[in-house]
Structures are given as C-alpha cells and as structure tokens.
C-alpha cells in the first residue's frame, strides 16, 4: 500500500474572526492511499489552535509512509491506527483516506461503512464571523435567503447582545447556534443569555462559551442557562464525554479534533449513553476534509460543517451545501471530486 500527499493553499471568501484569532487563509494536505489500483482521499488542514504545519504534517506523514508499505490492507491498517502516536488531524486524514479506499472497494459509501445504511439530505448551519452588528445582518439575510435554516454566530466582543439581535431581526426564521470560541467568562455568558431572553431572542445552542480545562465552569454555566450548553474544545475523547455528562446538554464531535470516523463514532456512542446530544462540527477545510463527518450526519441532532462554504475557490466538489443542505453523490467511497 502506497501513502502519499499534496499541499495547496485555500483562501477564504473573507477573513473569518472568532474570539482567539483571524483567519484569512491556511494550506490543506491532501493524503492519497493506493492499494490495488484504488485510491482513496483525505485532508489535514494547517491550524495554529492544533500545533500542525505543512513542515510537521509532511515530517510526520514520511515517517509513517513506510507503516502503510508494511501493512497487507487498507482494513488492516485502519484497525492498528488508533495505536499510532500522531496527532488527531494527522490520523483524521489517514483514516478518511482508507474509509474512501475501503468504500471503492467494496462499491459502498462510507456512510454505510459508518453504520448509516441510508443517508439523508442534511441542513447544515453557515458561521457569521465576529463584526459590527450592521455587518451581521446584512450577512444573515443573504445566508436566509440562499436557503438556509440554520446559523452559527461567532461571538466574543463588546456588541455581542447587539449583534445575535441584529441577526434575528435580519433572519427571523432561522435557527441560531452561538459560539464565544472560550472568549467569555461564566458571568459574561450567564448575563449574555438573559440579555438575550429578555429581547425575546431563542437561541438553539450556546457552544463552549467558557475556556476549556476546567469543565466545572461549564457545569456553573449549565446551572443557570436555560440555554442548551455544547461543549468543543473540552470535549476530545470519549473519556472526556463521559466527564462532561450532567454538566452539558451536548458535545461537538469534530474528526480532526479526535482522530477520525472511528474515534468520533465511538464518542457519538459514548454521548447517546449518557443522553447528550451531537453536534458535527469542522474546521475550515476543503469538501475533501469536510466529507467525512458528512457521511456521520445521521448520528447528529445539530450539523455545522460549513468549511469548505467559506472558501473563495473550494478544490473539491460532492457535498453540496451552497443553499443550506448537504447532498451526497452517492458514489462509493467519501464520493468526492476534484473540481
């Protein structure tokens, strides 16, 4: 079995702020696995958050090239990953990579791989950025009117109250997610969400508002926000999940936070078990990097994976998404294309 890559850069249709950063561009490593004249895809992105490069992505990838040569088969090889030292976006990719060589196959999506015999269109939420108040609604309506239902506010400024009303105004019919990306404290958050009840404002889910390491903050919050409480950044492993359970109301399961289809249906279990809710989340990626948790998204009571929707020129095509719905190709595989 043959591992190799390509790197390209993907700029965005405009810098994306959030509480911790902004973004205008990162580079994509796209992962090939050959095996009996199949191949299969996946992608890691460059991310600061996650101490990943093209230098340490690339070095990491050469050293593992000869494991995946060793290895007798694409099913082999994705049962001892979970074994191999490499961070989660790194094993995300690889796995991707095999779920789409394993799919080609065997003639079969990887939704069906994934224990989703029949997929479904999906509505998917689309992120306003942190800006002025004015800016976000203008950005909501245009969202509402391209056909979506669902929006993700990022949030962590002073206007934060002005801005979530702006854009409930702007899009009365849709639904909101909100995201202080850990920029808040407990009191902020708390007095954010009455701020926001009194307006008579719904809000859908509050995501990791608080910053992550020390979940007693987010059961303080759980106490005292009539709001559905979803945790990110505290929420990596299963192990993690079974900690968080009474002090959330739900986890966001991102592959390239836990290391793959594998690792993320085993949280998805873990959440169910304990009665938390799923969210799907993404980084900013390709349809290539975002395809994966695509075919997971019969598991998920809230799906945000937009990334590849805040690209000026995504390199990849098959996962739909332009008027607010996720659409498989049905191919086998991840069932994606280079465009």
Do not use: Y
Not at 193 to 213: I, N, Y
Not at 293 to 313: F, Y
């Amino acid at each position: 079995m043959r591992l190799d890559w390509t790197v390209r850069g993907l700029t965005l249709r405009t810098p994306l702020r959030i509480s911790r950063s902004v973004m205008a561009r990162r580079d994509a490593v796209q992962v090939v696995v050959e095996h009996d004249g199949l191949r299969g895809h996946g992608e890691v992105v460059t991310s600061v958050f996650h101490d990943l490069d093209v230098e340490r992505i690339t070095l990491l990838l050469e050293e593992f090239r000869a494991v995946a040569a060793e290895c007798s088969s694409p099913e082999a090889l994705l049962a001892d990953l979970p074994g191999f030292d490499l961070p989660p976006g790194v094993l995300a990719a690889v796995d991707a990579a095999l779920h789409d060589v394993i799919g080609h196959g065997g003639g079969v999506p990887v939704h069906a791989l994934a224990g989703v015999p029949l997929w479904t269109d999906v509505p998917t939420a689309c992120t306003i950025g942190i800006t002025d108040p004015g800016s976000a609604a203008a950005a909501a309506a245009a969202l509402a009117a391209r056909g979506f239902s669902l929006l993700k506010v990022k949030l962590g400024a002073e206007d934060d109250v002005a801005v979530v009303t702006a854009v409930r105004a702007a899009a009365p019919e849709t639904r909101l997610l909100l995201d202080a990306n850990g920029g808040w404290t407990p009191e902020r958050t708390v007095r954010v969400v009455e701020r926001l009840t009194a307006a008579g404002v719904v809000v859908d889910a509050l995501e990791q508002p608080v910053a992550p390491g020390d979940p007693a903050r987010l059961a303080w919050v759980h106490d005292r926000c009539p709001v559905p409480l979803i945790a990110d950044e505290d929420a990596a492993t299963a192990a993690d999940v079974r900690a968080l359970a009474g002090v959330v109301d739900g986890v966001n399961v991102k592959l390239a936070k836990c290391g793959g289809i594998g690792p993320a249906l085993e949280i998805i279990s873990v959440a169910r078990e304990h009665g938390l809710d799923v969210m799907l989340g993404c980084l900013v990626a390709s349809s290539l990097g975002i395809a994966p948790a695509v075919h997971l998204t019969g598991h998920a009571r809230w799906v945000d994976l937009d990334g590849h929707l805040l690209l000026a020129d995504d390199p990849w095509t098959g996962i739909g998404g332009e008027d607010g719905t996720l659409r498989l190709s049905g191919s086998p595989g991840l069932g994606v294309a280079p465009r």
